[in-house]
């Protein structure tokens, strides 16, 4: 082969690399959500669904989503995340504290795919954790539902008695306490995330039991139209529920999960993932109270203002203490404020929360 024959195979050798390049860049990222609900129109599962839309508006053609909905915590959800591996998908996220185990599995199996778990606490080399610190949305509905209540006793649908639900009750509570040192929290557990029928029947046993005000973890709006149906205050979840319940709604405790999700892509996108722990607030715009009703008194919105300002600028922690158990024990000192470790342990119903945990939390 002479010089410009030479010259000719690298030329050519030159334009199938850049079009193999080209090509691949314009591979799409492949990423997939698995969902314990169905989207809907308002709850948890629409929620992230709204953090799936905002990775779509924001990188376009660079990646392309898909999801799972109304799949079960257990055998169901791994073969879920597996076929979702399976099918080329690079990240995965998987939004149920109960697909913590089940994507662990998984992830051990596709060591080139990465997996994102939300409200869990177990990471892998490929897999990572994020979470929300609902707990502050619920202090601050507790301060509006104190004032608000006429009894002076809430109540609170419960999914499941795990640390991050304990801890929201137990905020609801503290925040309610600013207003009225003795008001009493009544709860009831339910044991699912989702399922209407049963969350109304839980709402309505609390209203028949006195409670006025009523804040739910479950993933539906069946609290908040049972509380209207009773002539009670409630407030919505998840999401913006003030639509469907317009005399009882007090306020909505959201989670925005648009910014976790678009930096999670962009870090597949730039090569710069890596197993990490993260947990999110109002101060990064996550979690918030918003649609505050009309009915509530200025002073008490300015109250509510006053903490959120204050955990925007790090200056206000809900958990500090002195904190004491339902039982008298004291589990934070006075002046002490919790770290995650603490928030991690939760296993108590602080003073105010009437009666124990469910055996085998």
């Known amino acids: 082969m002479n010089k410009r024959s030479l010259f000719k195979a690298g030329l050519a050798a030159a334009a199938l690399a850049a079009f ?9 990222l492949k990423a997939a959500w698995v969902y314990v609900g169905p989207v809907g129109d308002a709850g948890w ?12 508006k924001k990188f376009g053609a660079k990646v392309k989503t898909t999801y ?37 599995r998984v992830a051990q199996e596709f060591p080139d795919v990465k997996f994102e778990h939300a409200t869990g606490y177990k ?10 610190s609902f707990y502050q949305d619920t202090y601050m509905a507790g301060i509006i539902a ?18 991050e639900v304990l801890r929201n009750i137990n905020g609801f509570t503290l925040g309610a306490q600013t207003v009225n040192p003795n008001i009493k929290v009544k709860v009831v557990w339910v044991n699912t995330w989702f399922d209407p029928p049963k969350e109304s029947e839980a709402a309505q046993s609390l209203i028949n039991a006195g409670a006025d005000v009523l804040l739910q973890n479950t993933d539906s709006s069946a609290v908040l139209q049972t509380a209207e149906k009773n002539g009670k205050y409630a407030f919505g979840w998840d999401s913006d529920m003030s639509a469907f319940a317009k005399k009882a709604h007090l306020g909505s405790a959201i989670a925005n999960w648009g910014p976790y999700y678009e930096r999670a892509i962009g870090d597949m996108l730039n090569g710069t993932w890596k197993t990490t722990r993260t947990v999110l607030g109002v101060p990064d715009g996550v979690n918030d ?50 770290d995650q470790a603490w928030k991690d342990g939760v ?11 469910p055996s085998g939390n």
């Open 20 to 28: 193999s390049l080209t090509a691949f860049a314009a591979e799409p």
């Open 45 to 56: 599962t629409y929620a992230h669904d709204l953090g799936r839309k905002a990775v779509e």
């Open 68 to 104: 799972v909905e109304n799949v079960p915590e257990g055998a169901d959800a791994e073969r879920v995340i597996r076929d979702l591996a399976a099918q080329g998908n690079k990240i995965i996220f998987a939004t149920s504290f109960g697909f913590m185990e089940p994507m662990l």
């Open 123 to 132: 990471t892998a080399p490929n897999m990572r954790i994020y979470d929300a």
């Open 146 to 163: 104190a004032q608000m209540s006429k009894t002076g006793t809430l109540g609170f649908v419960g999914s499941f008695p795990i640390p």
């Open 289 to 338: 109270l918003i649609k505050i009703s009309p009915a509530v008194p200025a002073a008490t919105k300015a109250q509510v203002e006053k903490v959120k300002a204050g955990l925007k600028a790090g200056k206000f922690e809900v958990f500090t203490g002195p904190i004491v158990t339902n039982e008298g024990k004291e589990v934070l000192a006075k002046g002490k404020t919790a």
């Open 347 to 357: 296993n108590f119903y602080v003073k105010g929360v009437e009666g124990k945990i």
